[in-house]
């Protein structure tokens, strides 16, 4: 059985979203940097299983670019107020 990109890609973003449940249960309302790392990753992985499924980004493809835009943003947003690139793996 082969892996595809979509599979990994929504797996990380699952991932990411247990992290920050049990962080947020734990510890507060805070956003943690590794969950928006994850959510980037995880949805790049889905952009690049598009546009090699497809051979062109579609619009489906360009919405996931936007969203990991966003995410990206996260990530380079909370390593500034807290402090570092080793942040994204606590």
Known sequence: MEISLSLVGLALIIVAWL???VFTAKNGKAMRPCFAGLQFFGIALLVVDMYQTAGMFTPLAWLNVAS???ALVMVVLLLRKQGGI???FF
């Open 68 to 70: 990991a835009a966003g």
């Open 19 to 21: 992290v920050q449940i």
């Open 86 to 88: 080793w942040l994204l």
